[in-house]
C-alpha cells in the first residue's frame, strides 16, 4: 500500500488548491533562510524550490525572503504564477518534483511575508460605528453626519504591523474616566481588540493619479485577517480631535498567510443597500463586480467562541476605501495595508469588539475561565474565516492569533 500523500487532501479541505494562500516560512534546520511558500492543507509548498526545479519562468521571482516582489510584478504575474501553482499542486505528474519540497506547518516558522509600507484603518461597519457612537456619545446621533458620505480612516503605524502568535505587551498610557478630576497613567485596563479583514496592496499607483472603484483588482493583490488591538481608555482619552493614536499604535496583528483576490471570486457579494445617493467616485451602483466580499468570521478567546461577525455586512466595500484613500492624490505603494474596521453584524453575539460585546464593560462575558470585561494577562485571542469558494468549497483565511502579556515599567 502507497503512502499517502500530502496532495491528496480530505475532502472539502478549506486549504486546497482553490484556494492557495502566500507565507513566508524558514525551517528549523535553516532558520536564517527565509523562503516564500503557499499553503496546501497543512503543508507549506517551498514556492521558490518548485519554481526552479519545474524550470518556471517564475523562479527568480518566487525565490525571494518575501512577497514583496511578486506584490510589484503585478496583475498578470498574480495571475500566471497562481495558475503554475495550481497546476504544480494538481497535475500528478509534477508530485515527483513537489512532494519533497513540502514541510508540515507544525515544523515551520512563519514570518510576516511582507514588508508593510502605509498603514491606514476605515471604521466600515454601520453596526460597529451605531453601536461606538451609542457608547461614547449617548446623547448625540450614533452615526456622525459625515459616516454615510464618505469611508472614514486614519494613518495607523505600519512599523507595528506584528505577525499572528506575536505575544503583545499591554501597552500603558494616560486616561481619564469623565468622573476623574485629572488623568492618571498606568497599564490599560481596557485592553480590547477588533476584528477586521486587511487589504494588501500591491500595484503602485501614481502620486496626484486617483485610483477608481474599478481600479481594485489592479491594485489589490490579496486579502488576510487584521486584529486592531485597541486600549479603549486610553484612546477615549486621546481621541478628540485628531483621531486614535497611542490607543492603537502599540500593535497590530496580521494573518500569516495572505490569500489572493483571485481565489475569493465566488465570495463576491453585493454590500447591503444604501439609502442616499453617493457622490460618483464612490458610486460602485454600476460596477461590475460586486464590491463585498462574504467572509465568516470566527473570534475566539482561549479557544471560546465569543462572536462571529458577518464580513458581508460592510456597508463601505474594499474598493471604496481605495477609491477614497487615493481621491485626493495620495499614491499607493507596494505593500501599503489597509483594514476594512471592526467587522460587526447586526447581532449580539455578531459584534467585533469586547466594547460592542459587554457594552464597554457592563455586560461581562460568561467564560469558562471566568467573567472577561476586557482582555486581562494571559488571554489569547485568535480570528479565523473562511469563504464560499468555487463549486461548493470553502476559502480558508489563515488565522490571527496573539497573546497578552503583562505591561512593563517605563
Ligand atoms: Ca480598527
New binding site residues.
Given amino acids: 500500500m502507497s503512502e499517502q500523500s500530502p496532495l491528496d487532501l480530505p475532502e472539502g479541505d478549506p486549504f486546497g488548491p482553490h484556494n492557495l494562500p502566500y507565507g513566508v516560512f524558514s525551517t528549523a534546520a535553516d532558520p536564517a533562510h527565509r523562503r516564500l511558500g503557499v499553503r496546501i492543507g497543512d503543508h507549506v509548498l517551498d514556492a521558490g524550490a518548485a519554481a526552479h526545479a519545474l524550470g518556471s519562468p517564475y523562479a527568480q521571482l518566487l525565490a525571494q525572503p518575501t512577497l514583496t516582489p511578486l506584490l510589484a510584478a503585478g496583475r498578470t504575474a498574480w495571475r500566471d504564477v497562481r495558475r503554475a501553482l495550481t497546476a504544480w499542486v494538481t497535475v500528478p505528474s509534477y508530485r515527483p518534483d513537489i512532494e519533497p519540497l513540502l514541510h508540515h506547518l507544525s515544523t515551520v516558522t512563519l514570518h510576516l511575508p511582507y514588508e508593510v509600507a502605509d498603514y491606514v484603518?476605515?471604521?466600515a461597519s454601520e453596526h460597529h460605528a451605531t453601536n461606538v457612537g451609542k457608547i461614547f456619545r449617548p446623547d448625540g446621533d450614533a452615526l456622525t453626519p459625515n459616516w454615510k458620505h464618505l469611508p472614514i480612516g486614519y494613518h495607523g503605524r505600519a512599523g507595528t504591523i506584528v505577525v499572528s502568535g506575536t505575544d503583545v505587551v499591554r501597552p500603558s498610557g494616560q486616561r481619564k474616566a469623565p468622573a476623574d478630576a485629572a488623568p492618571v497613567f498606568g497599564p490599560s485596563v481596557k485592553l480590547d481588540i477588533?476584528a477586521?479583514v486587511g487589504f494588501l496592496v500591491g500595484t503602485p499607483s501614481a502620486l496626484g493619479t486617483p485610483v477608481p472603484l474599478a481600479g481594485f483588482d489592479e491594485h489589490v493583490f490579496g486579502v488576510f485577517l487584521l486584529n486592531?488591538w485597541?486600549a479603549r481608555d486610553v484612546q477615549a482619552w486621546e481621541y478628540v480631535p485628531l483621531g486614535?493614536f497611542l490607543g492603537?499604535s502599540f500593535a497590530t496583528s496580521v494573518s500569516a498567510w495572505v490569500t489572493p483576490v483571485e481565489a475569493l471570486d465566488a465570495a463576491r457579494v453585493a454590500p447591503p443597500a444604501r439609502d442616499r445617493e453617493l457622490l460618483p467616485y464612490l458610486d460602485d451602483a454600476a460596477e461590475e463586480l460586486p464590491g463585498g466580499f462574504d467572509l465568516r468570521i470566527t473570534v475566539s478567546i482561549n479557544g471560546e467562541v465569543v462572536s462571529e461577525p458577518p464580513f458581508a455586512s460592510m456597508y463601505w466595500t474594499a474598493a471604496q476605501q481605495l477609491a477614497h484613500m487615493t481621491v485626493n492624490g495620495a499614491s499607493l505603494r507596494t505593500g501599503d495595508v489597509y483594514?476594512s474596521?471592526?467587522v460587526s453584524g447586526p447581532e449580539v453575539h455578531q459584534r467585533g469588539s469586547l466594547l460592542e460585546l459587554t457594552w464597554n464593560g457592563t455586560e461581562p462575558l460568561q467564560l469558562t475561565n471566568g467573567k472577561r470585561t476586557f482582555l486581562e494577562d494571559g488571554d489569547t485571542v485568535t480570528l479565523t474565516a473562511w469563504a464560499p469558494g468555487p463549486d461548493g468549497t470553502k476559502v480558508g483565511l489563515g488565522e490571527v492569533t496573539g497573546t497578552i502579556l503583562p505591561a512593563r515599567g517605563a
Fill in positions: 484603518d476605515f471604521y477588533e477586521e486592531d485597541s486614535p492603537k483594514g474596521g471592526t
